[in-house]
């Protein structure tokens, strides 16, 4: 029998659409997919040559649980911090799972603001507390300061952030976000800020939350060096926070991948890093511009300033509209998958090439065309 605490959750609604592009294209069906939540390049060849190096040269066994001294180093160096303040984890998901079940207590109160990546709900669920959403929506996707405050209270144990966030590539300002740090402070509140779509940005430099004493930053490199598969996240938090995750990892994710965690540290230590970003960030504007500057026109929706989705309300059921789009060729993501107040928002990935992006704009164009005509 399935435990309690996992009544409430659903398989994802992204891995059903996912499945269900699957099956149209197995059916020969020209489909467009636009649910992707990762950028669609190789991993670039200087991380590939630094893992296989790696290998060879014997990492394949269990690191250290925190992570080997030349990453939690490098990782350290970028945010100013001690190695002590890092821990390197299997993704960013697990570094969130350790986060939470290490800060949530049950019964508690979360706040997620809406719309939210859809884990933050489950991670909820499992530690069996109740998720209290703070609506975005009138606010360009930012919350607001006012509302965050009302719905703040002694019985909220963790606060999520996302910025830039999923789904609507929204990077909030560091006046809300400090403000958001302050409030939960006073509250004894811990702030979870996945921070994983930091490096992604194209207009004003995402804020990182990492100098207060009540943030746990969440961050990784499956984004920023294209390589999902490889499992390299990790935390950024007060030492006797990182204990207390730590209680979690042993026993969760236990270390990542040693090679992997090599081949990272290796092409931060080199300098490499910043190169291969801007690369991928100079592909994601263009596409960004594209997307943004056709859809924008058709759709209400706010400008993508970070990450690479848009997050758009075409004024009709999502997963009816949703449904509607694979069979003209285009899958996207209904927005119930990103809590409520969603319901006729869809999230578009434009981690996919511009020519795929130019087939699923005159498709989505000629849907839209056929309503208002
Ligand atoms: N946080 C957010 C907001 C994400 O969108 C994702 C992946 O889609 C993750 C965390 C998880 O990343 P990872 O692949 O490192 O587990």
Request: include cysteine.
């Amino acid at each position: 029998m399935e435990a309690n605490r996992l009544r409430e959750i659903s398989t994802s609604l992204i891995r059903k659409m996912f499945e269900i592009v699957e099956k149209a294209k197995k059916e020969g069906k020209d489909v467009v997919s636009l649910t992707i939540g990762e950028p669609d390049f190789p991993t670039p060849i200087e991380v590939v040559e630094k893992a296989i190096e790696a290998i060879k040269a014997g990492y394949t066994h269990y690191t250290s649980n925190l992570g080997i001294e030349e990453l939690r180093t490098a990782i350290a160096e970028s945010y100013g911090v001690s190695k002590e303040n890092v821990m390197v984890t299997a993704g960013g998901s697990e570094a969130l799972m350790n986060a939470s079940l290490a800060f949530i207590e049950e019964g508690s109160k979360v706040l997620i603001p809406s719309p939210s990546f859809l884990s933050y709900f489950t991670y909820s669920k499992i530690c069996r507390a109740k998720a209290l959403e703070v609506k975005t929506h009138g606010t360009g996707f930012v919350p607001d300061l006012d509302l965050f405050s009302e719905l703040m209270s002694r019985e909220v144990s963790v606060v999520f952030l996302n910025y830039p966030n999923n789904p609507t590539g929204v990077v909030a300002d560091a006046k809300t976000l400090r403000g958001i740090a302050e409030i939960a402070m006073d509250y004894g509140s811990i702030v979870i800020s996945d921070e994983i779509y930091d490096k992604i940005y194209y207009d004003k430099k995402p804020t990182t939350l990492v100098d207060y004493e009540n943030v746990v930053v969440v961050n990784g490199f499956s984004k920023s060096l294209a390589m999902t598969g490889w499992r390299i996240g990790y935390v950024v938090a007060r030492e006797d926070l990182l204990n207390s995750m730590l209680k979690v990892h042993q026993v969760n994710g236990v270390c990542a991948p040693a090679f992997a965690q090599k081949a990272v540290a290796e092409v931060m230590f080199n300098r490499e890093f910043e190169g291969i970003v801007s690369r991928i960030v100079a592909e994601f504007r263009k596409r960004r511009d594209y997307i943004y500057g056709e859809l924008s026109k058709l759709y209400w929706t706010v400008k993508p300033e970070g990450a690479f989705y848009m997050f758009m309300d075409v004024q009709e059921n999502c997963v009816d509209f949703a449904e509607k789009m694979i069979n003209r060729g285009v899958a996207v993501t209904p927005g119930i998958a990103f809590g409520s107040g969603n319901e006729s928002f869809i999230r578009i990935s434009y981690a996919n090439s511009l020519e795929n992006l130019k087939k699923a704009v005159e498709r989505i164009k000629a849907y839209h065309e056929s309503k208002t005509t």
